[in-house]
């Protein structure tokens, strides 16, 4: 499809499995990953060809075209998140690139708002990203919306109370066990994506072939978590360990410490946005904390449709008076309605014996982190991102659910 504007010399269209070798050459050249990258972690060319093909298929992914040739492209794949046990659709954006010569030509930003208004039209109210740049994308109306913690924990640091009546069982990465796992996690934790099996085929893409999936069980032989890890040069690296209780959690690191004759420490990740020191025997560990994913609302009003609040506050009107440079129809004044755990857009005039009883201002990027707990109301005035009276601060604050999202995945 051509573009309405003559100043734009480019067109862009949809991507379909035809356009293979174009959209893995400008992947391969954007993110420079050669020849020696696929051959260490055990991948040849054919192979990442091949494995494009799902994407293609079920991503909706437009390319921008000078002549024949592929020039820039931005792909959104469907997935579903649990959004404070609301499962919403959403868009991860991915394979977002372009060729040097052609950047700073404004074709980025038309891809991600035309790819932004289908989002839109297929119900995926909220967009997400593993950011490149957080400086660009907050131009966009994009912001930080979840943390990952990185810790480097000694072998003498390795907790060895950590007693459980289960026990643990390696299994192969297809276990039904394991990925049944991951579906009874995402349920009962905010935040977090439910794996379809191309998110799966992501999930393995570049890890070696010795990695290892462990089990915990119950004495009944239920499954309560999980661990994937690999162990090279001394070291245990935990690539996710995810347990549905208490029980699980320590059985899982009883089972970590019955490895410490083998090794020296252990690495890992989590995205819980809490330190594990706390927890630990000896906290005097090694932990990093870095922003991990940036998401964004495309549709404010959809994204409220569904949206969970205080099951305990009643008939709360608030207005929010939303800027959003990008995407017009999020560009204006809502007014929702908190009542026993749910939401709703009113029509209620902004003036006049029915005007709300709370005003708040906001930009969507603002907007978007709040919603999804990342930031708390009071964190947010602190920097000046939300402006009201202290008294539709101190309502805004009552009637939202207050809980970290935990985003482990990207496309």
Known sequence: MKNADKSFNYSIRNLTTSDVDQYNALLRYAFQVTE????SAGWHDDEIKQSKFPVLERADILGCYDGENLISQFAVYPLEMNIYNAIYSVGFVTSVSTYPEYSGKGIMSRLMKKSLLRMREKRQCLALLYP?????YRKYGWEIVSNKISYRIKDRQIPSKAKAPGYVRRVNWDNADFMGLHT??????HGCLFRNALAWQEYWRWDEDDSVVAVY???QDKPLGYMVYLIKRDTMHIKEMIYLNREAQKGLWEYIHAHDSMIDEVSGNTYFNEPIAFDMDDGDIRESIRPYIMGRITDVEQFFLQYPCDPFEENVRISFEITDSVLDWNHRTFVVLFH????????EKLDGEK????????????????????KTVAQLCRLER????????????DVLLHESPYI???I
């Not at 939300?386 to 604050?397: A, F, P, V």
């Open 36 to 39: 020696e990258d696929l051959i």
């Open 132 to 136: 490149y740049s957080i400086p660009l």
């Open 184 to 189: 009874q996690f995402a349920k009962q934790t």
């Open 217 to 219: 069980y119950d004495l």
């Open 340 to 347: 026993k755990g749910k939401c709703a857009i009113t029509q």
């Open 355 to 374: 005007k709300p009883d709370y005003r708040v201002a906001m930009d969507i990027a603002t907007l978007s982190t709040l919603l999804l707990g990342y």
């Open 386 to 397: 939300i402006r009201g009276d202290e008294h539709s601060i101190q309502r805004l604050d």
């Open 408 to 410: 482990s995945d990207f």
